[in-house]
């Protein structure tokens, strides 16, 4: 079974351009989350999406929005790019059992804002 | 709510020695625990997980981990650290039957001295 897949996995802009990324969960998992990862910040969540719906939502501004297609891959956008927008995107495909919930995490996508 | 505290941000031992990284988890419910790596560079490797089975868990690369319902702690153990298991460790909450929110907490920079 392939793993989880994020494209591009390296991305350098400048700011107040916008970006788009990826993320083809694993086969069968209907879950997608988003994470941004910052030496700062550590991990923080940004949203969830199931079944095309999102179900959980981070603490982060409107320039970070996302959705996903039917087939449960998943897209990520940040509008009008700031500085601190550098950082490691990791993409996480859930498994959900009666018992269990647990993620599988993609390699992520490095942006690089300048 | 739930939430996860890793009470170390650095932790540095020895090759040969012990590794200890704690983690201290709050959920109103029975919780889901796992443990994660990430090396530098890479994405995010599942350690191990707890789901209301045995409480203590053992994963890869000779790491367990114990779950103590009396102390609110999963601490993540190995009893002979090697200069490989120098990275970042995760600590992650899942509730069952609740909103499926995933916690991450902050992480524990592990350092292997030789």
């Known amino acids: 079974k392939a793993g989880v897949t994020q494209t591009p996995r390296y991305l350098i802009k400048t700011r107040g351009q916008q970006v788009t990324l990826s993320c083809s969960p694993i086969?069968?998992?209907?879950?997608v989350s988003w994470y941004q990862q910052t030496p700062g910040q550590g991990l923080q969540f940004l949203f969830e999406?199931?079944?095309?719906?999102?179900?959980n939502k981070g603490n982060f501004p409107g320039r970070f929005s996302g959705r996903q297609f039917s087939n449960s891959r998943s897209e990520m956008n940040v509008s009008t790019l700031e500085l601190g927008d550098s950082a490691l995107y990791l993409c996480?495909?859930?498994?959900?059992?009666?018992?269990?919930?647990?993620?599988?995490f993609g390699p992520g996508t490095r942006l690089t804002v300048l | 709510a739930q939430s996860v505290t890793q009470l170390d941000s650095h932790v540095s031992v020895s090759e040969g020695t012990p590794v200890l990284l704690r983690c201290n988890y709050s959920?109103?419910?029975?919780?889901?625990l796992f443990w994660y790596v990430q090396h530098p560079n890479k994405g995010l490797q599942l350690l191990l997980k707890?789901?209301?089975?045995?409480?203590l868990v053992k994963g890869i690369n000779g790491f367990e981990a114990e779950f103590k319902k009396s102390e609110t702690s999963f601490h993540l153990t190995k009893p002979s650290a090697h200069m490989s298991d120098a990275a970042e460790y995760f600590c992650?909450?899942?509730?069952?039957?609740?909103?499926?929110?995933?916690?991450f907490g902050k992480g524990t920079r592990l350092h292997i001295l030789p």
């Open positions: 996480a495909s859930t498994y959900h059992s009666g018992s269990l919930n647990e993620q599988f």
């Open positions: 999406y199931f079944s095309e719906t999102q179900r």
């Open positions: 992650v909450v899942s509730d069952l039957n609740r909103d499926d929110k995933i916690i």
């Open positions: 086969s069968g998992h209907r879950s």
């Open positions: 707890y789901t209301s089975a045995a409480t």
């Open positions: 959920s109103s419910y029975s919780p889901s």
